[in-house]
């Protein structure tokens, strides 16, 4: 049986990434957030802790909405274009199983969404120490559990592309990863009032759908928490290569019978 990701996969990851590369989207919203980060470090000129704070909630909401945007981009628009213009015909010609092809583009998806978030953290690491802001164990924390939550999302929007259009897609997507912590709060808020056969459905959803806002720790860093255990980093990481797996799977089952 062979690996998971071998050659074939990792180059067609590669051209993906490449293909991407090439959009100037993904260099906007680079350079736009980086400069905004860059800009929020002028509050810890004032030596204030409530602007520290802020300057910190700015900078760490920036990466997160702006990472999950590239990612959802980024992953949405893979197949979609590679149907459309027919360009995966020669690489399933090769031979390349389907499999093969879609484990190709979800190394794409997470080279490009793992470079962009690496870039974003780099920027705003150098702002906090260059302000005199310590990067504690909580912020290593945060990148690791943010770029874990990359594999859950590219998974996800990969799978979406295969049944929805790409505009549909996108929204879901984006909706499902920055809608997590507001579903969540609306469930435990609305549970009791709802009837019987509502309070089944609303759980039943609650526990399906992935919760994304779990691996947000950015309030954790900003108000100087102590680092987490690391078996709850482990749990974290099961957590989303479980859903990893299932959506690769279901997005391959899609694949596999979508007339070529």
């Not at 780099?122 to 990359?150: C, D, E, I, K």
């Not at 929007?157 to 990863?177: D, F, K, M, P, Q």
């Not at 759908?209 to 309030?219: G, M």
Request: net charge positive; glycine share 6%; proline share 4%.
């Amino acid at each position: 049986m062979e690996a998971a990701v071998g050659f074939k996969e990792l180059t067609i990851g590669w051209a993906s990434l490449l293909e991407a590369i090439r959009r100037k989207d993904i260099y906007v919203m680079l350079i736009l957030s980086g400069i905004i980060i860059a800009v929020t470090g002028i509050f810890n000129a004032f030596d204030v802790p409530e602007l520290r704070k802020f300057m910190m909630d700015v900078s760490l909401s920036i990466i997160n909405v702006f990472t999950v945007i590239i990612a959802v981009l980024v992953s949405a628009r893979q197949l979609p274009y590679e149907l459309e213009h027919r360009t995966l015909y020669p690489m399933l010609a090769k031979p390349v199983g389907r499999f093969q092809f879609l484990m190709g583009k979800f190394v794409g998806t997470m080279g490009l969404s793992s470079a962009a978030l690496f870039m974003f953290l780099a920027v705003a690491s150098v702002v906090f120490v260059g302000f005199g802001t310590p990067l504690g164990g909580m912020f290593f924390q945060y990148m690791y559990l943010r770029w874990v939550s990359l594999f859950l999302i590219c998974s996800m929007t990969l799978c979406l592309s295969l049944v929805l259009t790409h505009a549909a897609n996108v929204t879901i997507s984006l909706l499902l990863c920055m809608g997590a912590s507001m579903f969540t709060r609306t469930v435990i808020i609305v549970h009791d009032s709802l009837s019987p056969w509502q309070q089944k459905l609303i759980t039943a959803a609650y526990w399906i759908f992935p919760h994304l806002d779990l691996f947000d720790v950015s309030k954790r860093v900003i108000h100087g928490w102590l680092p987490a255990p690391s078996w709850t980093l482990a749990v974290m990481t099961l957590y989303a290569l479980i859903y990893t797996g299932i959506f690769l799977g279901l997005g391959h089952l899609r694949f596999r019978r979508l007339p070529l």
